[in-house]
């Protein structure tokens, strides 16, 4: 608890101590941070297709979806192939060692998926992965 010294030691405290306050903000901060990813994950819809050799997750920048329909999302963001150019020379430039998963739902025409590759490779993102579901064991 803390107390003032000196004189008029009947006054009430009216300083307020922002420290808890401050504590707090920064835990429901990085709760905010991690769940937001989860969240965003689980809002959209794909029916992925299972493969059985399938290899470990990869760490990305970039989330690129192409949905039944034919549409795309970029990081959960309903993206054009202007968007998608864009931001793959965005984070190309800021690290070259950017990666970028691909997931297109079981049902997209194949030729929608390969678009979305030639989008990344042609514009500088060597190093993508395709996501795939993994059979139930």
């Known amino acids: 608890m803390a107390a003032k010294l ?3 030691g009947d006054e009430p405290i009216a ?3 922002i420290t808890p306050f401050v504590d707090i903000v920064l835990v429901l901060l990085i709760i905010l941070m991690v769940t937001s990813v989860k969240i965003v994950k689980a809002a959209i819809e794909v ?6 050799s399938a290899g470990e ?3 990305s920048t970039l989330n690129i979806v192409v949905k039944a329909d034919g549409s795309m999302t970029l990081d959960g963001m309903p993206a054009d192939d202007a968007a998608v150019i864009a931001r793959v020379k965005s984070e190309k430039a800021n690290d ?5 998963v691909i997931a297109g ?4 025409e194949y030729d ?3 678009h979305a590759i030639d989008l990344v490779k042609s514009n500088g993102i060597t190093s993508f992965a395709l996501n ?3 059979p139930a064991e």
Do not use: C, E, H, W
Not at 47 to 52: E, G, H, I, V, Y
Not at 105 to 108: F, I, L, Y
């Open 6 to 8: 000196g004189i008029g």
């Open 15 to 17: 300083d307020i101590n």
């Open 47 to 52: 029916d992925l297709p299972t493969a059985a």
């Open 57 to 59: 997750g990869v760490s």
């Open 96 to 100: 070259p060692k950017v990666q970028a």
């Open 105 to 108: 739902d079981k049902t997209v």
């Open 112 to 114: 929608r998926v390969m």
């Open 132 to 134: 795939i579901q993994r």
